[in-house]
C-alpha cells in the first residue's frame, strides 16, 4: 500500500528543506528524501568544509606575515592537517544535524532516508515503500566530473569531496583544472604547505572572467609560489615506477607549446566541471526530460516537462550556487503559495570566488557586455588605494564596474581584493533596484570600507578602448 502526501521532496540541499519546511508550516503534510548526508553539497563537501579549511589557511598565511603587522613569532609556523580536518569536519557535522533536526522537529513534515526511484509521474519508490502526491520537487544536487584521461584507471585521484578527508599534507599536489573549484583548493593546499601546481588545458584561467581579472588572479596565485601551466594538453597519468598508486605517486604527462612534459605528484585532484545526481533517479518512469549532459529541463518557474514536477538547484542547470539554488525555492515557494509569479530570468547573476583576496562578481564582465552588443563606460581602481585595505595590508586586486554608455545602467562589477565577496552586495542591490552609475555615485558609503570606493568607481567612468 502506498502512503500519500501533498509533496514530495526529494533531497535535502539548499532548496529541499526550506521547501519541506515552508509546505508544512503552510499546513500540507509532506515527505522529504534523503539517501546520504543532509544537508546537499553546500553543507556536507561545498560551502561549509571549503571555506572552514579556507580559514585555516587564511591563518596559516597571516601567522607567516606576522611581522609585517609587528606581531612576533619565535619559531616556524606549522600547519596540523589532523586539526584542520577535525576542526573542517565539526564545522560540517554540526550544519548537517542541524538540517536533519529542524525537518524531523517541523510538524506535518516526515523525513526519511533511502534512495528515491520514480515509478510514476505522481510517486516514487524508496526501500520497498511507495509515496504518493500530486507534487513532486527535485532537489538532488550534483558531483565532481571524473574525466576520461588516457591511465586514470590506473591511478588514485582526488576529487572535491574526497580531497576533505586528506588528514596529512600532500608533497605535490597537482590540480587538473584551472576553475573556481580548482583555485581555491589550489591556494589553500599551498598555505598549508604543499607544493602545487595547476594544469589548466585553456590559455588563461577562468576563461568566464575579463582578462585583467584572470592576469590578477593568476599574479596573485604565482607569488604564493603556485605553479600555473596553461594550455596543458592530451593530460595523462600513470603510477611512478617504484611507488605504488595507492601511496599517491603520479606521473602526469601533458603536452603545452614547449613539448611533452612530465610532472611527478604525490597527489592529484580532478576539478574539472560538475554533473548532476540524474542519472539513477527512474526520470524515464516519471518521463522528466533531460538535456545532453543530464540537466532536468526546466521553465521560468522551474516546473519540469511534466505537469506537478519542479527541479531545484544544482540538478536544473540554471545555476550551480548554493545562492541560486535557495533562490530557487523562493521562487517556487512564492508562486506556489503566494501566485508571485516569479521568474529565474528576473534574478542577477553574481557569485564569488574564495581565493585570498576573494573575487566578487556580478552581472556582466566587459567583455561579456561587448558581446551582447552594449556600448559600455568602464572604470578601475587598485585596492592599493582603498584606505581600509592598506590598513589591513592587504592591498591586492582591483574593482571595476561595467555601466551602459547610453543608459547609464550599471551592467556587472568585478571586485577583486579583501572584502570583495561582501563589498559586491552593495552593486548587486543597485542593479537589482535600477539604479544607474549616477545614483551610486551620488549614494554615501561610511569610512573606512572597501566598499566605499564604489561611487569614486562610479565617478571616474570612461568610454572603453
Not at 163 to 189: C, K, N, T, W
Not at 338 to 363: F, K, M
Request: overall charge neutral; charged content about 25%; aromatic content about 4%.
Amino acid at each position: 500500500m502506498s502512503k500519500r502526501f501533498d509533496a514530495i521532496v526529494i533531497g535535502t540541499g539548499q532548496a529541499g528543506p526550506a521547501l519541506a519546511t515552508r509546505l508544512a508550516a503552510a499546513g500540507q503534510q509532506v515527505a522529504i528524501i534523503e539517501r546520504h548526508r543532509f544537508g546537499g553539497t553546500c553543507v556536507n563537501t561545498g560551502c561549509m568544509p571549503t571555506k572552514a579549511m579556507v580559514a585555516s589557511a587564511h591563518a596559516a598565511h597571516l601567522a607567516r606575515r606576522a611581522a609585517d603587522f609587528g606581531v612576533r613569532i619565535d619559531g616556524t609556523v606549522q600547519v596540523d592537517m589532523k586539526a584542520v580536518k577535525a576542526r573542517k569536519d565539526k564545522v560540517a557535522r554540526d550544519a548537517s544535524r542541524g538540517v536533519e533536526h529542524s525537518l524531523r522537529d517541523q510538524p506535518g513534515c516526515t523525513v526519511l532516508q533511502g534512495h528515491a526511484r520514480f515509478v510514476s509521474p505522481t510517486a516514487v519508490a524508496v526501500d520497498g515503500q511507495t509515496l504518493e502526491a500530486p507534487r513532486i520537487f527535485i532537489n538532488v544536487g550534483g558531483r565532481a566530473v571524473v574525466p576520461d584521461l588516457p591511465g586514470i584507471d590506473s591511478v588514485r585521484c582526488l576529487t572535491n569531496s574526497s580531497i576533505l578527508e586528506l588528514d596529512e599534507l600532500p608533497r605535490h599536489l597537482v590540480v587538473i583544472g584551472g576553475s573556481y573549484i580548482a583555485l581555491e583548493f589550489a591556494q589553500m593546499f599551498r598555505r598549508f604547505g604543499a607544493q602545487v601546481t595547476v594544469l589548466e588545458k585553456s590559455p588563461r584561467l577562468l576563461g568566464r572572467e575579463d582578462e585583467d581579472v584572470s592576469q590578477a588572479i593568476a599574479d596573485i596565485l604565482r607569488a604564493e609560489g603556485i605553479v600555473l601551466r596553461t594550455g596543458a594538453q592530451r593530460l595523462r597519468l600513470r603510477p611512478a615506477e617504484g611507488d605504488p598508486a595507492s601511496t599517491g605517486g603520479i606521473v602526469v604527462g601533458l603536452d603545452d607549446a614547449g613539448g611533452a612534459h612530465e610532472v611527478l605528484a604525490s597527489h592529484v585532484l580532478l576539478a574539472t566541471g560538475r554533473r548532476p545526481n540524474t542519472d539513477d533517479l527512474g526520470l524515464e518512469a516519471a518521463g522528466v526530460a533531460t538535456d545532453e549532459r543530464g540537466y532536468i529541463r526546466v521553465d521560468d518557474e522551474l516546473r519540469t516537462s511534466v505537469p506537478g514536477i519542479w527541479a531545484l538547484g544544482d540538478c536544473n542547470g540554471r545555476g550551480a550556487f548554493t545562492h541560486t539554488a535557495y533562490n530557487d525555492y523562493e521562487i517556487v515557494a512564492d508562486n506556489l503559495l503566494s501566485g508571485a509569479g516569479r521568474r529565474v530570468s528576473d534574478r542577477i547573476d553574481c557569485y564569488a570566488l574564495y581565493t585570498d583576496p576573494p573575487l566578487g562578481r556580478v552581472g556582466l564582465g566587459e567583455a561579456q557586455a561587448r558581446q551582447a552588443g552594449h556600448a559600455v563606460r568602464v572604470a578601475t581602481r587598485p585596492m592599493s588605494r582603498v584606505g581600509r585595505a592598506v590598513e589591513k595590508g592587504e592591498t591586492q586586486g582591483f574593482m571595476k564596474l561595467v555601466v551602459d554608455a547610453d543608459t547609464d545602467a550599471i551592467l556587472g562589477a568585478a571586485v577583486l581584493g579583501v572584502g570583495g565577496d561582501e563589498a559586491i552586495h552593495a552593486v548587486i542591490d543597485a542593479m537589482a533596484a535600477g539604479g544607474t552609475a549616477l545614483r551610486l555615485q551620488r549614494t554615501m558609503h561610511i569610512h573606512p570600507t572597501v566598499a566605499e570606493l564604489l561611487p569614486t568607481l562610479a565617478g571616474a567612468l570612461q568610454p572603453a578602448a
